[in-house]
C-alpha cells in the first residue's frame, strides 16, 4: 500500500497551479470556460497531500470528447470517469503531482468543490480542523485510502452543508 502522506502548506503550491493552468489553457484553448483550483492545496495554510487539484471546465458537454482525447494525448494518466460526469487524470513530479479532473458547465461535484474550497479560504477555524482531521486519517489509515478518504465524508459534507446555509442567508 502506499502512504498516505500530509504535508504542511507549501507557498509555491499555487504557483505550481499556474503552471498547469497557462499549459492546459494553452492545450484545451477555447474548449475551456474555466480551470480552478480545488482542493487542499488551494486553501492558503491549510495541510494536503502534496498533489495539485484542478477543475477544468468545457464550454459544454458536447465538446467534453474532444478534450477528453485531447489531455489523454498529453503525458497525463487517464482513470475515466469518476462518476457525476468528471474525467480523472493524474501526473506525477518528484515531490508532488497534478489532479486534473475535467468536466462540463453545469457539473454538481464542480460545484460542490468550490463552495467547499471558498468556505475554507472565509473560515481559517474550518480549515484548521479539517487539516487536523486529514492528519489524524493518514495516520490511523496506514496507507488505506478507503479509510482516510472516507473518514473525511461526514466532515465535507457538513462543511457543504454551513456553506449552504450562509449562502442562503446572504
Not at 483550483?37 to 474532444?66: M, N, Q, Y
Not at 475554507?120 to 474550518?126: A, G, I, Q, S, V
Not at 484548521?128 to 478518504?149: F, I, P
Request: negative net charge; aromatic residues 10%.
Amino acid at each position: 500500500m502506499r502512504a498516505i502522506k500530509v504535508v504542511d502548506y507549501d507557498p509555491f503550491w499555487p504557483r505550481l497551479f499556474a503552471e498547469i493552468r497557462t499549459e492546459i489553457s494553452t492545450l484545451l484553448g477555447d474548449l475551456v470556460l474555466s480551470i480552478d483550483h480545488i482542493g487542499s492545496t488551494s486553501v492558503p495554510g491549510l495541510a494536503a497531500k502534496p498533489k495539485i487539484d484542478l477543475d477544468v471546465v468545457t464550454i459544454s458537454d458536447d465538446v467534453l470528447p474532444e478534450a477528453i482525447e485531447i489531455v489523454r494525448a498529453t503525458d497525463f494518466v487517464f482513470h475515466g470517469d469518476r462518476g457525476e460526469k468528471r474525467w480523472a487524470f493524474t501526473r506525477d513530479r518528484e515531490g508532488y503531482g497534478f489532479k486534473l479532473y475535467l468536466c462540463g458547465p453545469d457539473n454538481r461535484a464542480h460545484r460542490q468543490r468550490i463552495r467547499f474550497r471558498d468556505y475554507l479560504r472565509d473560515h481559517p477555524e474550518r480549515a484548521k480542523a479539517y487539516a487536523d482531521l486529514k492528519r489524524h486519517l493518514a495516520a490511523e489509515a496506514d496507507g488505506d485510502w478507503d479509510l482516510y478518504t472516507g473518514g473525511k465524508t461526514a466532515f465535507v459534507s457538513e462543511t457543504l452543508r454551513l456553506a449552504e446555509e450562509l449562502n442562503r442567508s446572504a
